[in-house]
């Protein structure tokens, strides 16, 4: 993929650092690129506006704003830095691709300190790598809790898990919480019992090593407790606001889904942190892993635009700037004051993340494989007969964390295919149901030709719908197209990735 060169790259980095030049050096006018999400688009050229007005320092921005989402912000900027916008909004899952393709600026001293300071701990470790700030915290509201059919769950039953299961059996309604289909919501009960999993990096972001604590005593009790909610009829793997138009009494979700679950129950909607389990005697309060959108600033050549760039960064994330958020698209602020206003206390969905914040564990750099690995356990617990079955399930998930510090440098370099496919006979298909056909669980492997382009071995008959992307070492980290790529005819057809461009192509037979 297009990067600056080294030398040059080093170079950005040093003046990147240049953030306390004296107000009289930054004076000018800059022609910048802003990416932020589509709907953040009029608010922030207005916020831009404001930083121009009120500055003291003689900076004028002339700002271009484009709608790019957080996920597609990140594979942009890493496809081609040089041409990716100066300061851009992600999500924080893709912090560490970023760094390692040298796409964001290091943190001047005293913009980390005010980092540190104004933001909850959570997103501040979000956008650190190693012991340097590489972003800065725009949001705090991407974590898990609960929302019940009040007509179904009694109050008094929201604080256990055992009722609350019961109570769906009884109505034949839905417990809903992805417990087969992803890592994220299904960590919940391993951080419930104490276990951990925590990732380090150095600082070029490259994963070193990691001490991770699923496979314990604490990580068997916590297989238990899951395995009572995974083997109900009534349990569902979903996190999605229509399940409750579904059938649903209970889903495990976030605050995206809260308008769309209003339209749904209405008075019936009930808002709560997780509920707890009990094994042995003992209860266990379900964690949450608590993530957040960041702010990057490009690598810069000229200093002043470099140092003008932080200042409106640390503008556009501060404490008005989020309110401001807060008030206008209901974004969860990861200011301190922000949080600790009445405005922010009195919105249910940010209430109810909130009385989670105690049991969840902020969202670091995890490395992309663990995704895959982990949310496999939920399916090895359910077809657990005993205990045994139950430590087996634990054995297999730590067997596979430890194998991805000594993957060869062919698989971890290599780039492959994953998505709605069945690799045992070679087809592509679109079916969902059946469970003899993998979907987004083994990856093909492209070999590179001669001319550097990556390509399928043969070509695969498939139907028009499958989806699947090309992602590098089995990892998330780096996946391509940001939008799964989505066959639109059927057809055989040779898969081809070029790595310099991120471009992934279907050659027919």
């Known amino acids: 993929m297009k990067k600056f060169l080294a030398v040059m790259l080093a170079m950005i980095m ?14 000018g006018t ?100 190693g012991d340097v700030i590489y972003a800065y915290p725009l949001t705090s509201d991407n974590g898990y809790f609960m929302y019940y059919d009040k007509s179904v769950i009694p109050e008094e039953d929201v604080d256990s898990l055992e009722k609350l299961i019961a109570d769906c059996e009884k109505a034949q309604k839905y417990f809903s919480m992805e417990l087969q289909t992803s890592a994220w919501y299904l960590a919940s009960f391993f951080f419930a019992t104490g276990c951990v999993s925590e990732w380090e990096t150095d600082e070029a972001g490259q994963f070193i090593s990691v001490r991770d604590t699923f496979n ?31 059938g649903a009494a209970v889903v495990v979700t976030g605050t995206w889904a809260y308008e769309d679950i209003a339209k749904i129950l209405g008075d019936n909607m009930g808002v709560t942190d997780l509920p707890s389990f009990e094994v042995d005697g003992t209860e266990y309060h379900l964690g949450s892993y608590n993530g957040c959108k960041l702010m990057g ?35 969860g602020p990861s200011n301190l004051v922000d949080q600790a206003s009445e405005k922010v206390q009195a919105n249910p969905g940010l209430a109810a993340l909130i009385a ?35 430590q087996t399930a634990l054995d297999n998930y730590y067997d596979k964390i430890a194998s991805l510090f000594t993957l060869s440098d062919d698989v971890k370099f ?9 690799l045992t006979d070679g087809f592509f298909y679109t079916d969902y149901n059946n469970e003899a056909r993998s979907t987004w669980t083994d990856d ?28 590098q070492g089995l990892s998330w980290d780096n996946a391509f197209p940001a939008d799964n790529f989505k066959v639109e005819e059927a057809g055989t057809y040779f898969v081809q990735f070029n790595e310099a461009t991120g471009e992934v192509t279907l050659v027919a037979e």
């Not at 290599?414 to 069945?422: D, E, H, K, R, V």
């Open 216 to 246: 314990s005593p604490e990580g068997l009790i916590a297989a238990k407790g899951m395995k009572k909610l995974v083997d109900s009829p009534m349990h569902l793997s979903s996190s999605q606001a229509s399940e409750f138009a579904s």
């Open 30 to 129: 800059y022609d910048i690129t802003v990416w932020v999400a589509e709907k953040a688009v009029d608010l922030t050229k207005q916020q831009i506006a404001d930083f121009n007005a009120s500055n003291d320092a003689g900076i004028v921005f002339n700002a271009t704003v484009e709608a790019v989402s957080e996920a597609d912000s990140a594979t942009n900027m890493i496809t081609d830095v040089e041409a990716g916008g100066d300061i851009f909004c992600f999500a924080q899952d893709q912090f560490a691709r970023l760094v390692q393709a040298g796409a964001l600026a290091k943190l001047g001293t005293k913009a980390a300190e005010t980092v540190k300071a104004d933001n909850d701990a959570g997103t501040v470790a979000a956008a650190t790598s």
């Open 297 to 331: 600033v490009k690598p810069q050549v000229d200093a002043a635009k470099a140092a003008a760039l932080h200042r409106l960064a640390q503008y556009l994330t501060g404490e008005k700037c989020q309110m401001e958020r807060f008030e206008t698209l209901s974004w």
């Open 356 to 390: 989670q914040a105690p049991y969840s564990v902020p969202q670091g750099q995890i490395h992309g494989s663990w995704w895959d690995i982990a949310k496999v356990i939920g399916d090895d617990v359910k077809a657990a007969a005993d205990e045994a079955g139950l």
């Open 444 to 471: 093909l492997p492209l070999v590179k030709g001669e001319d550097g382009i990556w390509k399928t071995e043969k070509a695969y008959p498939m139907e028009a719908g499958v989806e699947f992307k090309v992602r």
């Open 14 to 27: 040093v003046l990147s650092l240049v953030v306390s030049a004296s107000a009289s050096s930054l004076a």
């Open 414 to 422: 290599g780039w492959t295919i994953i998505g709605t496919c069945n």
